[in-house]
């Protein structure tokens, strides 16, 4: 079975500070990849995803990330975090055939002004 | 912009007994799920379900849970006998078929308390 790693649970970060979240997945196959994000006292929403093609993948609020296959990877950055990025952030991982998405454990963002 | 509604927000049951979660997805979409978190714990998928049968579902998903789409709006999550370990948020998501990537959009949840 798949299963979605991230290391950092916590990261507190001033604004305009560069921000790179660690996400990695164990599965032998083909995988599609997203990043979840949930605002305090809101739902989850998609920030962006890796489904085939360019591997630097494009979401919204400057958001990106980039799938390393040979790492297993697919990191999020941003360049300059503002204060309203504060928020919990979830990578989740479906694999060929499911509609499953299996979730890492987030790592909650805390920007400082 | 179509969001996935769920209620109620926040449910108490007492252990034994049941409860309905209710969830309202996207009108046009398809496919249907319920994932819950338990506190300090990682998102877990529970079901998804496709044409009113399930297409796929976790381990957690024993025969204490059931799911239906009693009308052409509504999908919801049953809970036969609540056990102290049901308390969790629940979230329910629906996904559009025609689209490839097939993103799926999450509700606010329903936050369980079982005493």
């Known amino acids: 079975a798949q299963s979605v790693s991230q290391h950092n649970h916590h990261v507190i970060l001033s604004e305009a500070a560069s921000l790179e979240l660690g996400c990695n997945y164990s599965?032998?196959?083909?995988?599609?990849l997203f990043w979840y994000v949930q605002y305090p006292g809101q739902h989850l929403q998609l920030l962006l995803k890796?489904?085939?093609?360019?591997?630097l993948v494009k979401g919204i609020k400057g958001f990106e990330a980039e799938f390393i296959k040979s790492k297993f990877s697919f990191n999020l950055r941003k360049p300059s975090v503002q204060w309203s990025d504060t928020a919990e952030y979830f990578c989740?991982?479906?694999?060929?055939?499911?509609?499953?998405?299996?979730f890492g454990s987030g790592t909650r963002l805390q920007v400082q002004p | 912009e179509p969001e996935v509604t769920q209620t109620p927000s926040h449910q108490v049951t007492q252990m034994g007994q049941e409860v309905i979660l209710r969830c309202v997805p996207i009108?046009?979409?398809?496919?249907f799920y319920w994932y819950r978190q338990i506190l300090g714990q990682k998102v877990e998928f529970l079901v998804s379900?496709?044409?009113?049968?399930?297409?796929?579902k976790s381990e957690i998903f024993d025969d204490q849970f059931s799911v239906e789409r009693p009308d052409g709006s509504n999908f919801t999550l049953k809970i036969r006998s609540t056990k102290l370990e049901d308390s969790a948020m629940y979230f329910c998501?629906?996904?559009?078929?025609?689209?490839?990537?097939?993103?799926?959009?999450f509700g606010p949840g329903t936050r369980l308390t079982v005493t």
């Open positions: 998501a629906s996904s559009d078929e025609a689209v490839l990537t097939h993103e799926q959009y």
């Open positions: 599965y032998g196959g083909t995988v599609n």
């Open positions: 890796y489904f085939s093609g360019d591997p």
């Open positions: 989740a991982v479906t694999t060929t055939g499911r509609r499953a998405l299996t």
């Open positions: 009108s046009n979409h398809l496919y």
């Open positions: 379900f496709y044409n009113n049968e399930i297409s796929e």
